[in-house]
């Protein structure tokens, strides 16, 4: 019978010089922000051309982007996971360096961003053609491809931090892991692996493929919320529930019914899209 695996507790700080200390979970961000705009100068230059998004529009893009990633992640975690704590702790909201992001939080925040920055940008999808629903629809589709790397980026830093962990399994399985940051001793899956690996890598390459070809308005993140929505639904079954929260109602994780509501919009996005056109003002 082999033994798991040990999660080999890498020290969180990554480079420290001095009094500065840059953690591995910050590297993630960089490299997640690097992989969007490095995708999106790659979309401008030949995929996309369609969208009319300039470099320009891009390096604006990244800060808006940047700025409903942290403020939904963050508030998203304060709403929909311990609500009763911080109203208690009100001053502990803005504590980022204790952790504490919720992606479907961080979702809706980049989804305002783009309400935002669409509305904004009367070129997006041909000079004055489109309405400002068009453009929003022509901009969620050139960022939907760009979004899962930085997602698997994430997740490795995730596991990297030894947080996040599976639940219990067979000891002798060859994923089996031991988290010792969980205190038990007991053998579990890496699904911050697993999610690295759906909700980031084959994500990306479904959706880099899907939106090779020019697709009707809203169809490229309709994949993205169904995609992102169905791997993230079946890989809960294997990741521990928080424990302040554990199982909700039908044995569902917090994550799992979250992301229920994304799976039924990217359906309806797909079904949709193609019924749709956005050329009036």
């Not at 304060?78 to 952790?99: S, T």
């Not at 669409?118 to 068009?134: D, E, K, N, P, V």
Request: net charge positive; glycine share 14%.
């Amino acid at each position: 019978m082999s033994s798991p695996w040990v999660h080999p507790q890498f020290d969180p700080i990554a480079i420290a010089l001095g009094p500065l200390a840059i953690h591995w979970y910050g590297l993630m961000y960089l490299c997640a922000f690097g992989a969007f705009y490095g995708l999106g100068r790659l979309q401008i230059a030949g995929r996309a051309a369609h969208t009319g998004m300039t470099v320009r529009d891009l390096d604006d893009l990244l800060l808006w982007g940047a700025l409903g990633v942290v403020l939904g992640g963050r508030l998203g975690y304060v709403l929909f996971y311990k609500p009763d704590h911080y109203l208690q702790n009100p001053a502990e909201i803005l504590a980022l360096w204790q952790g504490g992001m919720a992606f479907h939080g961080g979702l809706l925040g980049v989804i305002l961003a783009m309400v935002g920055f669409s509305a904004s940008r009367t070129h997006l999808g041909g000079q004055g053609r489109l309405s400002r629903t068009g453009r929003f629809w022509v901009l969620a589709d050139f960022v939907a491809p760009l979004v899962p790397l930085g997602l698997a980026f994430g997740r490795l830093g995730n596991f990297i931090n030894g947080e996040l962990w599976g639940r219990t399994t067979d000891p002798s399985a060859p994923w089996a892991m031991v988290f010792p940051l969980a205190g038990d001793g007991l053998a579990r899956h890496p699904s911050q692996l697993y999610q690295m690996a759906l909700e980031g890598l084959v994500l990306f390459g479904l959706l880099w493929w899907f939106s090779a070809r020019r697709r009707p308005a809203g169809q490229v993140a309709g994949l993205f919320m169904l995609g992102y929505g169905l791997a993230r639904f079946v890989v809960e079954f294997a990741r521990e529930p928080d424990a302040f929260l554990g199982l909700l109602s039908m044995g569902l994780s917090m994550g799992q019914w979250l992301s229920l509501p994304m799976i039924a919009v990217g359906l309806a996005l797909l079904w949709w899209a193609p019924r749709r056109e956005y050329t009036d003002r």
